[in-house]
């Protein structure tokens, strides 16, 4: 597999490299930067000493890495990708964008949220959250990776809604990430001394991944869903928790919630189930591709509570994005991906 990356520099490209370097099919033949083309990603990455010895390109050679390569991967900022998708598949190559900007049905919507005409809107693009649309994945051309939020927040809460177990009007996602979610550029936000001993919501009924959770909800679900969804940003590097909240319908058992989480995601490896009042950790996730689901189910209020927890670079972008290639060339889709969560 020749594989390139455009915005090899960024985190979530930074985190393809990590995974793809213990792909056995994996070679990686070209990386882009504007910023610093012609440069060794040694030098932007000293940890890839002895391991990557490669000159950054620019995307303007994008024509001579389409040619090169069986697949490219896209970490740019959202609104970069439309252009370079058009040259690469053009080429007859496939793509996998880990930025926003094929992951909505409705253009429109895209539109709407991020401010940004789209200019592919024929795209047929497939939606990647692997564990939930395999089969579309396999015979994906542009794949549009989930964002990190949307992975924690629509694993946790499709077995409830598909098994039409809670109302969908009362959903609520409370969400904590790590700082390395904001990518690697400067921002008087995610200075050390702000972003350190803080912790606090922003862009409360307005985050751009709301549209994104309430579309794959929806799929699912036999109404539109519309939730809250309220982001958080906690002083670490990696990781999101999510913490969603739903009613239940009445009648609903406790049994009823187990049984809809075990006959979802029993067989899924990257799905790791704590059961009934489990409490997953970012800890436990940290650097792999694991994503952790616990569920409670609190009588006095009717309500069910999910938590799941993910690192955002792996399952959130770069693990899951490596995870969708396996599926879309036929390989195992653990390949790469056995990395043990880095606990301390
Ligand atoms: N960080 C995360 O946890 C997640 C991020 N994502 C998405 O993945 C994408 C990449 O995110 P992340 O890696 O965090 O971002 P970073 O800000 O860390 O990196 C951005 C990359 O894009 C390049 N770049 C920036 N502007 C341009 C431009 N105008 N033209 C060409 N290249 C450009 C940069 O290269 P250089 O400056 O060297 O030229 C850099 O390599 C985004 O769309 C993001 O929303 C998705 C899920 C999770
Ligand atoms: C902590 C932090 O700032 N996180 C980012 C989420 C990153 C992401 O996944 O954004 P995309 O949907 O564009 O891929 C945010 O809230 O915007």
């Known amino acids: 597999m020749k594989i390139s990356i455009c915005g090899a520099t960024g985190y979530t490209g930074e985190e393809l490299l990590r995974i793809l370097a213990s792909h056995p099919q994996a ?5 882009t930067s504007e910023n610093q083309t012609g440069a060794d990603i040694n030098s932007v990455y000293p940890h890839f000493g002895h391991i990557y010895h490669q000159t950054l390109t620019s995307m303007e050679q994008l024509d001579v890495v389409a040619k090169d390569s069986d697949v490219v991967f896209i970490a740019l900022p959202h609104g970069h990708a439309m252009d370079a998708v058009k040259t690469i598949t053009g080429h007859g190559k496939k793509v996998i964008d880990l930025g926003a900007d094929y992951r909505f049905a409705d253009t429109s919507v895209y539109e709407k949220w991020y401010k940004v005409p789209h200019t592919h809107k024929d795209a047929n693009a497939v939606y990647g ?24 927040s629509i694993l946790a809460l499709t077995p409830l809604v598909k098994n039409g177990l809670v109302a969908t009007d009362s959903i609520i996602v409370d969400a904590k990430s790590g700082i390395s979610g904001a990518g690697r550029g400067l921002n008087q936000t995610y200075h050390y001394a702000e972003a350190t001993e803080n912790l606090k ?15 794959a909800l929806s799929e699912f679900a036999s109404n539109e869903v519309v939730i809250n969804f309220t982001p958080h940003l906690i002083p ?12 239940l319908k009445p009648g609903v058992s406790a049994e009823q919630v187990d049984d809809a989480f075990v006959s979802h995601y029993d067989s899924e490896y990257f799905i790791r189930l704590l059961g009934r ?37 792996v399952k959130g972008a770069a693990g899951q994005a490596v995870q969708n290639m396996n599926v879309m060339f036929g390989m195992d889709e653990l390949t790469g991906l056995t990395q043990v969560p880095l606990y301390l």
Request: net charge positive; with cysteine; proline share 3%.
């Open 236 to 247: 670490m590097v990696r990781g999101i928790l999510a913490t969603c909240y739903a009613n």
């Open 277 to 313: 009042g489990g409490y997953p950790a970012t800890k436990n996730t940290r650097g792999s591709n694991f994503c952790d689901i616990g569920w409670h189910v609190d009588k006095r209020t009717g309500r069910v509570i999910v938590v799941s927890a993910l690192d955002n670079l």
């Open 129 to 152: 959250l692997t564990e939930l649309f395999r089969e579309k994945v396999k015979h994906a051309k542009i794949l549009a990776n989930p964002g990190c939020y949307t992975t924690a």
């Open 201 to 215: 919501a922003y862009n409360i009924g307005g985050h751009r991944h709301t549209p994104e959770i309430e579309q």
């Open 27 to 31: 070679e990686v033949v070209h990386i």
